[in-house]
């Protein structure tokens, strides 16, 4: 009798794990992350009357954060609130997302109210702009990815959306500085390193890769038509080529240096220009260190431009790799940067720099590599 009640548990017990086990996803069935699926649409699609958002293939909502925002293609993660509700989640999916009508043609917009971030069940995530204000019968959604199009949605949308914010959150105009004192005035830019780990994959990036010295470590001065305001200029003395043909002994690198803020009348919201702000993630050329860098083409022959993280590498004196940028240093001062600036019609203006320091430091992907192991990855 034992015998038999033993093998019937152990029979219960097996179907129970191979239910369970069935139960689990199957991640050849999940959708492709959400940044790829874009990328296509937006590409094979020149269709007015595509609603691009429709299109995406999404699992589950799991989290959304909303902030006060006014720069388009960024999201500020000082969020007024984070929503976890499946029921709230599931309205900002039907109604906000999907259920919003596309607008016809290409838009020029002002900066937005709210910039939203939502996470999917698979990881995924995905941004979006918004404006909308109490009263107003019309709300409209952007997708950051793409800032070309708008979607619209009715006044019962907008006051089911306003009612997820705080009431000391909710906006009546837009947000163009964060105080205003005189003729003075602040703006906070949260910031946080981009930083792509994956070797191989910026191995295949790039087009170039170069080893040798920088000449100077103060930006070099170059036609205007080479860069944005965000680039500068630095040569570089090649010593090796060690991806690609490269016949100068001496190239002129442009690399990301700055973050550029368009700045706004703190309470019209007219053009006031575009202030620099040092980038402190962005790794700066020593002239007396040996360095590997991943480079690639820019519009013109002889035009080259290196990536923002980690693609900056100095050669120690035994063969060992170490990354330059900032948030591979344990000795790098994370705390917020302040910077005050006088604009042209006697506005001052303060830049915090307000750094995001989770997992400080991170670690360097290229620690435990010699030159020659970087060159056999390379060939």
Known sequence: MKTILLACTLLLLTACSTESQSAQPNPSSLPLPIEEQKESLYKSTESGEVHYLREVERTEPVWAGISHSNHF??????????????????????????????????????????????????????????????????????????????????????????????????????????????????????????????????????????????????????????????????????????????????????????????????????DMGIIQSQDPFIARPDPEKEVIVFISMQDKDGEYWRFSEPTMIEVLEDGSLKSLASPFNPDFNTSDRVESHTLEDDWEVEITLELITENFPLTDPFEDLTLEEINNLIK
């Open 73 to 270: 293609g960024f999201i500020n993660t000082d969020y007024v609130v984070e929503i976890t509700d499946e029921d709230d989640l599931q309205f900002i999916m039907d109604e906000l997302i999907t259920g919003s009508v596309r607008q016809p043609g290409i838009v020029d917009m002002a900066e937005p109210y709210y910039g939203m971030m939502l996470e999917y069940a698979d990881g995924s995530t995905e941004s979006l702009h918004l404006w909308l204000a109490p009263g107003d019968s019309v709300g409209t959604i952007m997708d950051t990815y793409d800032t070309h199009y708008i979607y619209n949605f009715d006044e019962e949308v907008i006051d089911r959306y306003l009612s997820l914010l705080p009431d000391k959150a909710i906006l009546t105009e837009q947000v163009y500085a964060d105080w205003v004192e005189g003729s003075s005035f602040g703006i906070t830019h949260r910031i946080e390193p981009y930083v792509d780990t994956d070797i191989e994959a910026r191995i295949s990036y790039s087009e170039y890769i170069v080893r040798g010295s920088y000449s100077d470590s103060h930006p070099a001065e170059v036609p205007e038509s080479w860069g944005d305001d965000s680039m500068a200029y630095f040569p570089f003395e090649v010593e090796d080529a060690l991806k690609g043909d490269i016949e100068e002994e001496s190239l002129l690198i442009g690399q990301p240096d700055y973050l550029v803020t368009w700045i706004r009348h703190p309470e019209t919201g007219d």
